[in-house]
């Protein structure tokens, strides 16, 4: 029997509104947490990309490809 998870390279997850960061902690999962834009009081958003056990280098070159992909990490919320 093949477990569902053992052909999953990563999951997108919302940095803040999951349970996978508590999850992450106690298991040892990588994860890399990186800017996907603004909410409408101007407050910046982020997402999670989280990976297989020893597994770094994946997600890291996908997190970059996506920060390369959009220019979310090279804006800055307004500070007034």
Request: net charge negative.
């Amino acid at each position: 029997m093949t477990k569902v998870f053992e052909e999953v390279d990563l999951y997108v997850h919302p940095s803040w509104a999951s349970s996978s960061l508590r999850i992450t902690n106690y298991t040892g999962h990588p994860c890399v947490v990186v800017p996907n834009g603004f909410r409408e009081d101007g407050r910046p958003t982020s997402i999670t990309f989280t990976g297989g056990l020893f597994d770094e280098g994946k997600i890291l070159a996908i997190a970059a490809a996506f920060q390369h992909a959009t220019e979310w990490d090279d804006q800055h919320p307004s500070l007034d």
